[in-house]
């Protein structure tokens, strides 16, 4: 029994006040109220302006404050500079919320920016939310709300779009009007300076009206917040997104139109891969993905087999799967039999699968059923160019009978128009998405490919750091810690292997020489050959600045390279800092394969890593993929695999195939080191050379910047890891162990077994419903948790066959208020008084109090005597429920230590 979402009364307000409400016709203040007025609001409607006793027939107010009666919601549509005036009487009269359709702040320079700041101190200052400012507005359909100033509205519908563009908005109200698309909301962003994406995306998981999420972005302000709700949302509901800026010109029309800087667009799609959604590049691909993402559509890989009418079209499909690396599927040998058995003698013997021009609605069927038994197809897309002797509306009743029959998810596409509506309408209707052009279907089955890749990332919940090496890393932290006292962010060689080593990456030993014998001591310590650099903070490319030796084998190569590396470094940089050559051993591994992996900052979405070929030439072949952290193998895989590079780490020219698992666990090291190191700024691995026997980084870079002081330590990260910290061991009286731990995806199943063992008693107080077993849509919901703004806490003991055994759970989940959360409880009920819920409660709301949440609440079925017990001696209150006479509401407030 959730409270109502704070944001409720900003999209579904009682009553609106317009101020800037004008006669004047063509004016934004005239189309505003005029909307209003015209698309069917119950609620109350006052138009505020100085100037004139009545707007548009409309009694008139001179100003927010003469109303004299509650207003939940103020849009204004006056000029910038009255804006923050109107605000405080906004505040001055109790209205909550404020919608600012004006323009003229910070995307107009730095006085813009002022009076942004200036106003958004007001609103603060009397708790108000503003949407807005340079907005379009919103329109809610159903509720006969339209308080924007397009001369297009929006039909009744379940897809809901949350855009930064007013113009985006337009433009897409004006193709959902002739596609026959209705919405839920429509909400206009604008320059986002209060309510943003991530408070949007909560509110909407909470609408029932509901059922997809389109969102247009610029840019994101709050990386963590909006990383946290876009996820939360996405495991509840679809989002096709769509953004701006994905090149440089396109970032600087986003910078002039909103202010925001979009920042880098390849960080933002690994974001993106992250969230569980599908990003598309325009408008019609925004709704198409809607409809098919609706439809039974759902490709469990990108291995597309195309089956054609026509060598034309299908060459054009195949050839946009190429622009978008989407891989056509190598026929097995008994898919070729089967199609030579039944297919005329010319058809194409290759994918595309051409089955020629005279193609019968049987060829069809027996094209699709041959293809659809290949373990090596994971998608059918069936094309059809309308020809004298075509049967469209035949062919596509055989399309509809055989998807009922195959697992095997099937796209089509109908060429033409009037010849093939009747069939494409069919497909429809059938539940087949079905497209007018090659391009089209290629790009959506693209999309939507990707978008259930994203979900089985969504999934991943890889871990901060390991217990194991905590003990080890502290050495690392104080070494960061003591080089920024001495005001220094870049570290030696020396250092930043120091740092790599206590995070268990392996590294090339390294000693600095400041002098030409030291130089020559210590290639002996180590032993020939080795490899010289010049040591200097000031010099990124040392390769270039004629610093590096390499393959020294001997005593005086050592001395004359020390002379050499100084004097020439000193003749090209004579203002860069030498303090002396770093010598380590000489890496030769003649089967090595050079890569890079790297750690930068990126402004929005904080630490992220990168990784690609190395060498000396990676900067000109740019082959690079990207991922945020935290990560675990499988998304360290999937790291790998993105880049050109990967196909060079199997046999490859003679040389055999790498040790991946080794390469694995350096990205894995990388990822803790990330998480567990918020002053990391920069990291260069490069080149780390991996053979078949393991991967050594033979030069490091490091450097860092101080880290804000905050109770989080994952803070500067945009999406928060597996809480491992939170971990706990419970030694019983018999020395037995209990575990207490957040609860991971995996569990599912060990979750389902623990509700389906509870007795009936126990089930109806925990649901308060007659609930036998989980759904699946709860099963999810209970485990793939976002451990931001949400905690779930199992209890486990091994079992009598050695495998993990849950005992208990409890978990609470933030309420819409936004400062309080809503626990649940229960244990299994062979473990009743011995403890398990109460050491269960209690880490779960210290968890909560750290979190600074305002109370944790709960409500109890008026019978459960032994869980109003539990609560009053962990200090909850107990308080009739306001709706339910059967159900008490208990309370904790939670006040920080």
Not at 41 to 49: D, E, H, M
Not at 178 to 197: E, K, P
Not at 835 to 849: D, H, N, Q, S
Request: hydrophobic fraction near 45%; charge should be neutral.
């Amino acid at each position: 029994m959730l409270a109502q979402h704070y944001l409720n009364s900003l999209f579904e307000p009682k009553s609106v006040a317009v101020i800037g409400a004008s006669n004047r016709e063509n004016s934004v203040g005239h189309f505003l109220f005029k909307n209003i007025l015209e698309s069917g609001y119950k609620g109350r409607l006052y138009p505020i302006n100085a100037k004139h006793e009545t707007i548009q027939n409309v009694l008139a107010y001179k100003s927010i404050e003469e109303i004299g009666a509650r207003v939940e919601l103020a849009v204004i549509a006056t000029r910038a500079q009255t804006v923050p005036d109107i605000v405080e009487q906004c505040g001055r009269s109790g209205i909550k919320n404020i919608i600012i359709i004006t323009s003229g702040f910070s995307e107009a320079g730095h006085s813009g920016a002022a009076l942004e700041r200036k106003t958004l101190e007001i609103a603060r200052r009397y708790n108000v939310r503003v949407l807005g400012p340079n907005c379009l507005g919103i329109i809610r359909p159903e509720l006969g709300l339209n308080a924007t100033f397009l001369r297009v509205s929006a039909n009744v519908g379940n897809l809901a779009l949350v855009s930064q563009s007013g113009a985006i908005c337009s433009a897409v109200l004006d193709w959902a009007k002739s596609n026959q698309v209705g919405f839920s909301s429509v909400i206009s962003l604008g320059s986002t300076a209060d309510v943003d994406f991530g408070e949007i995306l909560d509110y909407l998981v909470y609408d029932n009206r509901t059922h997809y999420i389109l969102l247009y972005i610029e840019g994101i302000r709050n990386a963590r917040r909006f990383m946290s709700a876009l996820r939360s949302a996405a495991r509840i509901k679809p989002i096709i997104l769509l953004k701006a800026g994905r090149h440089a010109a396109g970032s600087a029309a986003v910078k002039v139109h909103s202010g925001i800087l979009a920042g880098s667009d390849i960080v933002f799609d690994a974001a993106v891969k992250r969230s569980g959604v599908v990003r598309v590049k325009n408008i019609g691909q925004l709704f198409y993905a809607s409809k098919v993402l609706s439809s039974k559509f759902r490709p469990l890989g990108k291995r597309l087999a195309i089956i054609t009418n026509g060598g034309g079209p299908g060459a054009m499909a195949a050839d946009r799967a190429g622009d978008m690396v989407i891989p056509l599927a190598e026929l097995s040998n008994d898919t070729m039999k089967a199609l030579n058995a039944k297919m005329p003698a010319s058809w194409s013997q290759s994918n595309p699968i051409d089955i020629r021009g005279d193609a019968t609605p049987e060829r069809y069927r027996e094209a699709i059923l041959a293809v659809a038994q290949d373990e090596g197809v994971d998608c059918m897309m069936v094309m059809l160019a309308p020809q004298a002797m075509t049967q469209p509306m035949a062919v596509a009743q055989v399309l509809i009978e055989v998807s009922g029959k195959t697992a095997k998810p099937i796209i089509a596409c109908w060429m033409g128009k009037d010849q093939v509506a009747e069939g494409r309408a069919a497909l429809e209707f059938a539940g087949i998405p079905a497209f007018r052009t090659p391009e089209t279907a290629v790009e959506l089955f693209y999309h939507i490919s990707t978008y259930y890749r994203n979900q089985t990332l969504l999934l991943q919940t890889p871990e901060g750091s390991s217990k194991r090496t905590q003990q080890e890393t502290e050495g690392a932290k104080m070494l960061i810690e003591a080089v920024l006292q001495e005001n220094r962010k870049v570290l030696s060689e020396m250092e930043s292997k120091a740092v790599l080593r206590a995070f268990r990456i392996p590294v090339a030993e390294t000693m600095v020489a400041r002098t030409p014998t030291e130089s020559l001591l210590l290639a002996e310590q180590l032993g020939f050959p080795v490899a010289m650099k010049v040591d200097s903070p000031d010099l990124v490319r040392k390769t270039e600045a004629g610093g590096v030796r390499l393959n020294i084998t001997n005593a005086p190569a050592v001395r004359n390279a020390y002379h050499d590396i100084i004097e020439t470094v000193q003749k090209k940089h004579p203002n860069a800092r030498i303090g002396g050559v770093s010598i380590e051993p000489y890496v030769s591994r003649p089967n090595g394969r050079e890569l890079m992996i790297g750690v930068v900052r990126d402004p929005t979405f904080g630490p992220i890593i990168t990784f690609g070929a190395g060498g000396s030439e990676v900067e000109i072949f740019s082959d690079r993929s990207v991922a945020l952290p935290p990560l675990n193998r499988f998304l360290a895989q999937d790291l790998i695999q993105s880049t050109h590079a990967a196909q060079l780490l199997g046999e490859f020219r003679g040389k055999p195939a790498v040790n991946m698992k080794a390469l694995e666990e350096v990205l894995l090291n990388i990822s803790e080191m990330v998480c567990e190191l918020p002053w990391l700024l920069e990291l260069d691995l490069n080149p780390l050379i991996i053979d078949e026997f393991g991967a050594i980084a033979a030069d490091a870079r490091i450097v860092l910047d101080y880290a804000a002081t905050t109770s989080d330590r994952y803070a500067h990260m945009a999406i928060h890891p597996y809480p491992v910290h939170l971990i706990q061991d419970w030694e019983q009286p018999d020395g037995s162990l209990i575990t207490i731990r957040p609860i991971r995806p995996e569990d599912a199943e060990m979750e389902q077994a623990f509700v389906k063992n509870l007795s009936d008693e126990s089930k109806y107080f925990r649901f308060m419903d007659t609930l036998r077993e989980l759904t699946q849509s709860m099963l999810v919901r209970f485990t793939q948790i976002d451990y931001d703004r949400e905690m779930a806490l199992i209890a486990t003991v091994t079992g009598a066959d050695g495998n993990e055994l849950q005992i208990g759970v409890t978990r609470y989940v933030t309420n819409p208020d936004g400062e309080t959360v809503e626990f649940a409880l229960a244990v299994a009920d062979s473990w009743h008084k011995r403890g398990v819920g109460r050491k269960l409660m209690g880490a779960l709301i210290e968890i909560a109090r750290q979190k600074g949440y305002r109370a944790i609440v709960g409500d109890v079925l008026a019978q459960n005597t032994r869980m109003f017990r539990l609560m009053t001696s962990l200090g909850f209150t107990i308080h009739p429920h306001h709706e339910d006479s059967a159900v008490k509401r208990v309370i904790c407030p939670l006040h920080s230590p």
